[in-house]
């Protein structure tokens, strides 16, 4: 069974960073797409960042971000290949949000922040950013 655990969330004010970490296990596949999304109350769930990671591919492979977090948050893949982190710097009090991480098999590949294509999520972390 896969199971996957967010850390990281916080408060912190805008401006401020925080790094999220997803530490995945059970998943049996060599390779697949793990991404972050987050919600507000009331709203859909909307993707945030993936990467695709593989095994033969030290520090991930191909990553998508969302528009709004270009340029601020960067997504990468620890060397045990089973964690996955969300650096983001430069905060808004818009990117508060309850922050999942998710996996699914295959590529990411355009459709990546589908959520509906993701079999497997976390519990969540709650980011709070102040203004």
């Known amino acids: 069974q896969v199971h996957l655990v967010e850390s990281g969330g916080g408060s912190v004010q805008a401006g401020g960073s925080l790094r999220l970490s997803c530490a995945a296990s059970g998943y049996k596949y060599s390779s697949g797409c793990m991404a972050w999304f987050r919600q507000v109350p009331g709203k859909e769930r909307e993707g945030v960042a993936s990467?695709?990671?593989?095994?033969?591919?030290?520090?991930?492979?191909?990553?998508y971000y969302a528009d709004s977090v270009k340029g601020r948050f960067t997504i990468s893949q620890a060397n045990t290949k089973n964690t996955v982190y969300l650096q983001m710097n430069a905060l808004k009090p818009e990117d508060t949000a309850m922050y999942y991480c998710a996996i699914r098999t295959g590529a990411c590949g355009d459709a990546w922040a589908l959520n509906s294509r993701y079999p497997y999520w976390g519990q969540g972390t709650q980011v709070t950013v102040s203004s």
């Open positions: 990467i695709y990671t593989n095994i033969i591919l030290p520090n991930g492979g191909t990553t």
